[in-house]
């Protein structure tokens, strides 16, 4: 927890630069995730390269299943081969899945714990805030432990004139907390910081995951079709990202603030049009295409290595000359 509280804490800073400039954390986290999206491009140029050169060995697969199919052992050792030949990493992939997981987590530390690990305003202050708040009378908040920040952020407006207040802030601080509190609407009246769970199933908030969900599979749907990759020929830890993380999100989604399943739709999203131009670019028809003009160079390459052997009616005019004045100097040679 540790980790992900320092990488939170990390992201928070991109996360309120974002804000700070925008002034909306809706545009904020669009702009958040467009960078972490670039900073990550040479994984999912990765993950792209692996896709295609598996689905490029799909008809060698098949025969060697179709071969060895009652020998696990050997199609193993057998498919191993063949991806070393080809230059293919299977799970090439897989890291891919892995880092964009760690940010989902820093960015739900971040949002979680608004006033620590996006503002960076001392830990000890907020707590003592937090306290104060739960021994007003009459206030009631639903948050759980994890949301004791956010319900404070709901409120502070109301209470940051208040003694206790101004004595654990200073101004800097609060003014900052006052322009954050502010920014979390998008599309009207829909917050940002709201949990879906505490609407229950028939309110808007609902969308939130639903759209997650759809969002998820219909990138991993689209990214297996343009990559002509059937879902039977995907490794241990793809298909565990086409079936189990928009199942995972839909069901993270309606328990954490809808700050989080924003983020997650968005990226979705962006992961979906970067995957179609990838794809364009590195699809298995090209990297065909690629290898084959890499293979025919490689073959006039090596030909040109090789000395040429001149048949008897082939002698260059220029050896002909060579071995006619060579004659003559021999016959000059005897009669000296």
């Not at 320092?6 to 974002?18: E, H, I, V």
């Not at 799970?91 to 892995?98: A, N, P, S, V």
């Not at 699809?283 to 293979?295: F, L, M, V």
């Not at 040109?304 to 003559?328: D, F, I, L």
């Amino acid at each position: 927890m540790q980790i992900f509280g320092f990488l939170g804490s990390f992201l928070g800073y991109l996360l309120w630069a974002a804000f700070y400039v925008f002034q909306n954390f809706g545009i904020a986290i669009i702009v958040f995730t467009i960078i972490i999206k670039l900073l990550l491009f040479p994984f999912s140029l990765k993950q792209q390269k692996s896709m295609a050169g598996t689905a490029r060995l799909a008809k060698k697969q098949k025969e060697l299943q179709e071969k060895y199919g009652n020998n696990r052992q050997l199609l193993q050792e057998e498919m191993n081969k063949l991806y070393e030949k080809e230059g293919v990493k299977p799970m090439g992939g897989c890291l891919t899945t892995i880092i964009p997981m760690l940010v989902l987590f820093g960015v739900f530390y971040a949002v979680a714990y608004p006033l620590t690990n996006t503002l960076h305003i001392n830990a000890d202050s907020v707590n003592q805030a937090v306290s104060y708040v739960q021994k007003i009378p009459g206030y009631i908040s639903n948050s759980t432990g994890a949301y004791q920040q956010i319900a404070l952020l709901k409120v502070f407006p109301n209470i940051s004139n208040t003694e206790a207040i101004q004595g654990l802030f200073n101004a800097t601080d609060i003014e900052k907390i006052h322009l954050f509190s502010n920014g979390f609407k998008i599309f009207g009246n829909v917050d940002l910081l709201s949990v879906p769970a505490d609407y229950g199933f028939w309110s808007w908030y609902l969308l939130f995951p639903i759209l997650c969900f759809v969002s998820n599979i219909g990138t991993q749907l689209i990214m297996q079709k343009v990559n002509k990759t059937q879902i039977n020929q995907q490794q241990g830890c793809m298909k565990i990202v086409l079936y189990g993380l928009p199942l995972f999100s839909a069901y993270i989604a309606f328990s954490v603030p809808a700050a989080m399943a924003f983020y997650w739709i968005v990226s979705a999203l962006l992961s979906l049009v970067q995957s179609v131009i990838l794809a364009k670019v590195l699809g298995p028809t090209q990297i065909n295409a690629k290898n084959e003009a890499r293979h025919v160079a490689l073959m006039f390459e090596n030909e040109a290595k090789v000395p040429y052997v001149y048949a008897p009616h082939e002698v260059p005019v220029s050896a002909k000359s060579t071995n006619k004045s060579s004659n003559k100097n021999s016959k000059n040679k005897k009669k000296k």
